[in-house]
């Protein structure tokens, strides 16, 4: 797991084009934008992606070769990530200063702070592991990680008032 994240990371920062988004502005033409609920902004890829932003959120959309739409890179509050399943796969990946998260179908939500990033599994799994590649987990529904420097990663079933906390700033 080390290597794909190491080789996904590679391969985001050299070979895809890139869109900065500010959570109140239209995306690429691979996304537009959906309802905003409360202070979020909705997009919804053609490749079956669709990204709630915290307002405020700093974010940067990243397209492959293609123009479609398959990572984010993710400095500043949340962002829920919602990835259609289809078949051979629907990859999709957030990155932070902290974090590489990738998944294939399912509803995330990832929270950058100043030094730490937490993902939280809504349903489905998603592998997180550090940017530096060191080491990785899964997470599965209602299970979280804290991505810090120096601390272990440790996956925690995360309580309902945290869980509730980090949706109603998703506007969910």
């Given amino acids: 797991m080390k290597g794909l994240f190491n080789a996904a990371f590679v391969l985001l920062a050299f070979t895809l084009s890139s869109i900065e988004i500010a959570a109140a502005q ?3 033409q691979a996304c537009s934008t959906g309802n905003s609920v409360g202070a979020t902004q909705t997009l919804r890829c053609e490749t079956g992606i669709t990204i709630v932003a915290e307002d ?3 974010y940067t959309l990243h397209s ?3 123009g479609r739409v398959d990572a984010v890179e993710l ?3 949340a962002l829920l990530i919602e990835v259609t399943p289809k078949s051979g796969g629907n990859k999709f990946q957030v990155v932070t200063p ?3 998260a990738a998944v294939r179908g399912t509803k995330w939500a990832v929270d950058v702070a ?3 990033t937490s993902v939280f599994v809504v349903n489905g799994r998603v592998a997180v592991g550090r940017r530096t590649g060191s080491h990785s987990v899964t997470l599965r ?3 979280g990680v804290d991505v810090e420097t120096g601390a272990p990663l440790t996956v925690k079933r995360w309580p309902p008032a945290r869980v509730s906390a980090l949706m109603a700033r998703l506007g969910q």
């Fill in 141 to 143: 529904p209602g299970e």
């Fill in 26 to 28: 239209p995306a690429n």
């Fill in 64 to 66: 492959g070769r293609d």
């Fill in 98 to 100: 902290q974090a590489i």
């Fill in 75 to 77: 400095n500043g509050k």
């Fill in 56 to 58: 405020g959120a700093r």
């Fill in 114 to 116: 100043a030094e730490k």
